[in-house]
């Protein structure tokens, strides 16, 4: 399974890749505001930083939401870099514009996913990715992690090529179900990858072996 961050904050987008484990990154509309990113000559720029610190899909996400305004938009974008991937809304248009990538070479993300019908659309208009929001529907007492393993079941049978990106993800145990069941990608906040690091008895073991190593120290000089 294929590690993506989910933020546009390059502090944390660099804090992940240092690590050794990245494979990518997927940002928002939200996720960008957040950072302060605002005008076009600005959006652009801020992906081309994030191209320059990942080697790895880079998803920026398109703001329109008619065919022709998401065409023009994700022609830009897919010109920062050859890693841009572009997000996609699951609407109408949205089906539309990925199957007018895809035939143009374009790859795309299609993002606000939820439900077995939407993915079933992503994957016939050729979309490089879909992406499920589990956490979201976890938040409408719905099972996120459930609809992953539906899509997994599906994209098998039907052997469709798109990848199953797990996104709105809000826990370690997300991760960990997500591995489990076979989604190919997952993209989580930076909080969640890291959490994946703890557990109690690496802390306790370290300890142990500090204190012996201090030990072993001692009865080196000693001889
Ligand atoms: C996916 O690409 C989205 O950016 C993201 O995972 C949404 O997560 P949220 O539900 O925590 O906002």
Same mark, same amino acid.
């Given at each position: 399974m294929k590690f993506f961050i989910d933020t546009a904050n390059l502090a944390q987008i660099r804090e992940a890749n240092e690590l050794g484990i990245l494979d990518g990154v997927t940002t928002n509309p939200s996720l960008m505001a957040k950072e302060g990113i605002t005008g076009e000559k600005a959006t652009l720029d801020h992906y081309k930083a994030i191209c320059e610190i990942v080697d790895g899909d880079i998803? &920026?996400?398109?703001?329109?939401?008619?065919?022709?305004?998401?065409?023009?938009?994700?022609? #830009?974008l897919a010109a920062i870099h050859p890693n841009i991937v572009v997000k996609v809304p699951m609407i109408k248009d949205g089906v539309k514009a990925i199957k007018w990538f895809t035939d143009n070479g374009i790859r795309t993300n299609c993002t606000l996913v939820f439900s077995a019908g939407q993915a079933i659309l992503a994957a016939k208009a050729g979309a490089t990715y879909v992406s499920p929001f589990i956490? +979201?529907?976890?938040?409408?007492?719905?099972?996120?992690?459930?609809?992953?393993?539906?899509?997994?079941?599906?994209?098998?049978v039907q052997n469709y090529q798109?990848?199953?990106? &797990?996104?709105?993800? +809000?826990?370690?145990?997300?991760?960990?179900?997500?591995?489990?069941?076979? &989604?190919d990608v997952c993209t989580c906040p930076l909080e969640p990858i890291v &959490?994946?690091?703890?557990?109690?008895?690496?802390?306790?073991?370290? #300890? #142990?072996f500090l204190q012996d190593a201090e030990k072993m120290k001692t009865a080196v000089a000693g001889q």
């Open positions: 998803s &920026a996400e398109v703001l329109s939401t008619d065919f022709k305004g998401m065409v023009e938009e994700g022609q #830009k956490g +979201r529907v976890d938040d409408i007492s719905w099972d996120g992690l459930q609809l992953i393993e539906q899509l997994v079941h599906i994209y098998d798109t990848q199953i990106l &797990a996104a709105s993800i +809000r826990n370690p145990m997300h991760i960990i179900k997500c591995a489990e069941i076979g &989604a &959490a994946l690091l703890n557990h109690p008895l690496t802390d306790s073991g370290l #300890k #142990k």
